[in-house]
C-alpha cells in the first residue's frame, strides 16, 4: 500500500496535490487485511483521512487478485457519481493493472420503454408546464445510448421524488410507509405521517422560479413548524368512532354522535391554548386475507399503502370540519393514515374510525 498511497507512491507521482497521510495508509491496509482474511471490517476516519480511495484501491487489488468482482455500496447517488465519475477514472489511470467498473442501480433510475410509449400515447400531466418536460424525455429518449435518468439533470426530480403519490414505486410517501411497515410499531413507537417530515413549498417555489432549470437541486426535506412532536406520549387519547359509509371518506354530519365527536375535540383544545391534536385514522382489516387469495403477500403490501391513504384522507376529512366548521387553527391539528394496522378487535364498524390523541407542547 505504500507503493501506492506513499510520499512517493504512484498517486503522488500522478496526483500534484497530493499529500501523504498515515491514516489513509492505516485504512487501506486493515481493509486489505479484511479481503484476505475474507472478515467483516468497520472503520472510522475523520475527514481528511481520504477514505475513498483507502478502501477503493484495496478493492481494486482484491478483485485483480483473483477474489471475483467487488461490489462497493454507496449511502447516495452523489456519492455514486463521484466515485464512477471522478475516483475510479483516477485510479484507472494510475493502477499498474487495468480494471473496469460499471454503475449498479435500481431500475426506476432507468427509462421503461414500455410505459414511455403508452404514456406518448396518452399522457398524464399535472399542468402545461411539465408538457415542456415530456417533450423534453421524448428527445432524449431518441438518443440516449444507457437510458439512465441521472442524464436529465434540468427535470425537478426533487419535487416529483417528495410529492409522489403513497403508493408510486420510488416516491418518498412509498418508501416511508413501506419502511414502517417493515420495522412496525416494535421498532418506531407511533411513526409520525410522511407529510410531517417535509415541506414541499421551497421546492415548489425554485421550480416555477426556473432559476435552477440547468442545474442539478439537491435540497433534503425539511420540517418547517415547531411546537412539540407527534411521536411523543400523548397527554390523553380518546377513541372516538366517527361514522362513515362504506368505502367512503366523507363524514355524516347529520348524525349527532359525529357532530358530538367534532365538538369534543374543540374542547380539548380550548382547555390548554397551546395544545395540540394528532388524528389517527383507521379503516377495517376484513378483506386482508381475501387480498391474500387474490395476489399473494406482493398484493397485500399493495392494498396495504391504499389503506394508509383511504384511512389518512378519513382523517383528514375530521381536519377540515374542525377547521371550516368549528373554527380550529390548522396549525393545532395533524393527522396520520394508520391503515388497519391497529384493530380494535372483529368489529368491523369499531375498526372503521378515527382515533384524537391530545398533546401539550414540552
Known amino acids: 500500500m505504500k507503493k501506492i498511497f506513499g ?55 482484491a478483485a485483480l487478485g483473483g477474489n471475483g468482482r467487488v461490489i462497493v455500496s454507496t449511502g447516495t447517488k452523489n456519492l455514486q457519481e463521484q466515485l464512477m465519475e471522478k475516483d475510479i477514472p483516477f485510479l484507472q489511470s494510475v493502477m499498474p493493472k487495468k480494471f473496469s467498473a460499471a454503475y449498479m442501480k435500481g431500475r426506476n433510475n432507468y427509462l421503461c420503454l414500455a410505459r414511455f410509449h403508452r404514456s406518448g400515447n396518452t399522457p398524464v400531466l399535472s399542468g402545461l408546464e411539465e408538457m415542456d418536460y415530456f417533450e423534453e424525455v421524448t428527445h432524449w429518449a431518441k438518443g440516449t445510448e444507457t ?39 416494535g421498532i418506531i413507537k407511533d411513526p409520525v405521517d410522511g407529510d410531517r417530515i417535509l415541506e414541499l413549498q421551497p421546492l415548489k417555489a425554485l421550480d416555477q422560479s426556473g432559476a ?8 433534503a ?34 348524525n349527532p354522535d359525529n357532530l358530538k365527536s367534532l365538538e369534543a375535540i374543540k374542547q380539548l383544545l380550548q382547555v390548554s391554548p ?13 378483506m386482508v386475507e381475501e387480498f391474500r387469495k387474490r395476489g399473494g403477500d406482493a398484493f397485500v403490501r399493495q392494498m396495504a399503502l391504499k389503506a394508509v391513504d383511504f384511512s389518512k384522507q378519513r382523517a383528514n ?46
Open 147 to 185: 437510458g439512465d435518468r441521472a442524464e436529465l439533470s434540468n427535470l425537478p426530480e426533487n419535487l416529483a421524488f417528495f410529492s409522489g403519490a403513497i403508493d408510486a414505486a420510488g416516491s418518498f410517501g412509498g418508501i416511508y410507509q413501506s419502511a414502517v411497515f417493515a420495522y412496525g410499531n
Open 274 to 286: 397551546g395544545s395540540t391534536v394528532l388524528l389517527r385514522g383507521h379503516v377495517d382489516n376484513s
Open 212 to 219: 435552477f432549470k440547468d442545474q442539478t437541486v439537491a435540497i
Open 221 to 254: 426535506p425539511i420540517r418547517a413548524t415547531g411546537g412539540a412532536p407527534v411521536e411523543s406520549d400523548p397527554l390523553l387519547s380518546k377513541d372516538i368512532r366517527f361514522l362513515f359509509a362504506p368505502n367512503s371518506s366523507n363524514l355524516d354530519t347529520n
Open 7 to 61: 510520499p512517493d507512491g504512484l498517486i503522488a507521482n500522478a496526483h500534484p496535490d497530493y499529500e501523504y497521510r498515515p491514516g489513509q495508509v492505516q485504512m487501506a491496509q486493515a481493509v486489505m487485511r479484511a479481503f484476505e482474511g475474507r472478515h467483516h471490517l468497520i472503520v472510522e476516519a475523520g475527514t481528511g483521512t481520504g477514505k475513498t480511495l483507502a478502501y477503493l484501491v484495496p478493492a481494486v487489488a
Open 317 to 362: 376529512e375530521i381536519k377540515r370540519l374542525l377547521i371550516e366548521q368549528h373554527g380550529v387553527e390548522a396549525k393545532r391539528l395533524d393527522s396520520i393514515g394508520r391503515g388497519w394496522e391497529e384493530p380494535l378487535g372483529p368489529d368491523h364498524e369499531q375498526n372503521r374510525r378515527v382515533e384524537a390523541q391530545w398533546f401539550t407542547l414540552e
